[in-house]
């Protein structure tokens, strides 16, 4: 078909939402590690696991081996209700760069949460439902995840407690308003409603908090309330399977008029979102039937795959949770107050982590002024405002078009949009006024973190 057939968004149509979700582990010769009860040093059992998490997604958390895995029908109607997600053609954006590059984004904003975490929320609420449980607990950072899991927790009737990052409780009072709108129960972390908050406080009193620390607080009480389990938004190997929905629906309207991506990027946080989008490019590239390249990109100011180390270590704080094989900065890591742009996990989807490990993917690390200036050069001629997580991807999307200009390549770049950023008005207005800097840590800072990544045997 002739490129100028190509509409600004390629929808697809509601038949067209995948029914089965894509486990990439399944395409993986090197599987990822698996996680490890921190007591042993075993690897997690699935009835170890189901203390934490609920009994299906322990089994998706622990299946290397199916490639498909069924939506069940109730998660494809809530799906339905903001789905499928345009694949937008960037003309607008094209035309100002003035790069022969074609630029396509998949919008994952299009839901009152404002991110692509909704995708994973249902579901595992769904689960959690499903197995008869009274409710589920959760840490949030910048929080679009507890607003996620709020709606879709309000949606199947289960109690919804929220942990949330003292910094963003603070920064953000108005996305606290939205979870307790959807009827969640919403805490700043750290807390003295928990042991181990009150530990944390103990030891660094007037910290703003981490999601490490949010957490462990979240996995205290989900472990010692009958009826609650604890669920994660990111980083974990059901969030990704979960998150394939992206890449699934992103594959097919390309697939629709027969593109081609050379170039696929997306921010990274814990993965889950980057994780989702390459998920069915990934498995093609895994099994050797086409190439692309895959780019990562994280924050100059937490840099897990850039700076990190792979190794096991803690996913939080209290280190009660298990541990997992990541890039991480050590679960120690507290990013500076003084970033605004999410993306502060410490360490990385093991999955990503692997396939970063063996080369299959890239990963940069760029500064937060310079996410904002691309947030705002986006915003202005595409017309979305994105949320500055999301602007990580628009940057080096735009740097890699700006590059095909140079060499005249015309070039197909894909990204993830992953959401929007009517929360993060703070950070947007600090950009505005000249006030926001970028913090770098120091070689000397993170080693402070990877100085507690905990001693573990070879496996
Ligand atoms: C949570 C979030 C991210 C980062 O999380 P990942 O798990 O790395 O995808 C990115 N963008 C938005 C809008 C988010 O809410």
Same mark, same amino acid.
């Given at each position: ?92 954006? #094209?035309? %100002?760069?003035?790069? @022969?590059?074609?630029? &396509? ?5 299009? =839901?009152?949460?404002?991110? $692509? ?102 996995? #205290?009480? %989900?472990?010692?309330? @009958?009826?609650?389990? &604890? ?5 974990? =190997?059901?969030?990704?399977? $979960? ?112 396939? &970063? ?103």
């Amino acid at each position: 078909m002739s490129e100028n057939k190509i509409p600004y968004k390629i929808y697809l149509d509601e038949s067209e939402i995948p029914s089965k979700w894509y486990n990439l582990r399944a395409d993986m010769k090197n599987k990822p590690a698996p996680l490890l009860n921190p007591a042993t040093c075993k690897p997690m059992t699935a009835e170890e696991l189901g203390a934490v998490f609920c009994e299906e997604l322990v089994q998706q958390e622990l299946d290397d081996t199916t490639p498909y895995i069924d939506i069940p029908q109730e998660i494809r109607d809530f799906y339905k209700m903001y789905r499928p997600a345009p694949l937008v053609r960037a003309y607008c954006l #094209e035309e %100002a760069l003035g790069t @022969p590059a074609k630029i &396509y984004y998949k919008f994952e904003g299009n =839901n009152t949460s404002g991110s $692509h975490k909704l995708n994973s929320a249902i579901a595992q609420a769904y689960y959690a439902k499903k197995q008869g449980l009274k409710g589920v607990t959760t840490e949030t950072g910048a929080g679009q995840w507890g607003t996620a899991l709020s709606m879709a927790c309000a949606y199947l009737g289960l109690d919804c407690k929220v942990f949330m990052v003292k910094v963003s409780y603070e920064q953000k009072p108005f996305r606290r308003e939205v979870m307790r709108t959807y009827g969640a129960d919403v805490t700043p972390s750290p807390s003295m409603t928990t042991e181990v908050g009150k530990k944390i406080l103990a030891e660094h009193p007037g910290t703003t908090g981490s999601l490490g620390c949010a957490i462990s607080e979240a996995v #205290e009480v %989900a472990v010692s309330n @009958p009826g609650y389990r &604890y669920v994660l938004g990111s980083v974990l =190997n059901q969030v990704l399977l $979960h998150q394939s929905i992206i890449g699934l629906e992103t594959k097919a309207a390309l697939d629709k008029y027969g593109i081609e991506p050379d170039i696929i990027i997306g921010c990274a946080g814990g993965g889950s979102n980057l994780g989702g989008l390459i998920a069915p490019f990934m498995g093609e590239k895994l099994r050797g039937e086409k190439d692309y390249r895959i780019i990562a990109v994280e924050p100059a100011s937490c840099p897990s795959f850039t700076r990190g180390k792979f190794a096991y270590d803690f996913c939080d704080t209290g280190m009660i949770c298990p541990l997992a094989k990541m890039y991480t900065l050590g679960s120690g890591f507290i990013p500076s107050a003084n970033h605004a742009g999410g993306l502060r996990f410490h360490g990385m989807s093991t999955t990503l982590s692997q396939l &970063y490990h063996d080369g299959y993917m890239e990963a940069t690390s760029v500064e937060q002024t310079s996410v904002f200036e691309a947030a705002e050069q986006f915003a202005r001629v595409e017309g979305i405002l994105p949320a500055p997580e999301s602007s990580h991807a628009i940057r080096v999307a735009i740097d890699e078009a700006l590059k095909c200009k140079e060499a005249g390549e015309e070039k197909t770049i894909v990204f993830g949009l992953t959401g929007t950023g009517y929360f993060d008005m703070v950070a947007y207005q600090k950009f505005n006024d000249g006030e926001m800097s970028d913090y770098i840590p120091t070689d000397e800072d993170l080693a402070k973190g990877l100085s507690s990544l905990p001693n573990v045997p070879e496996q």
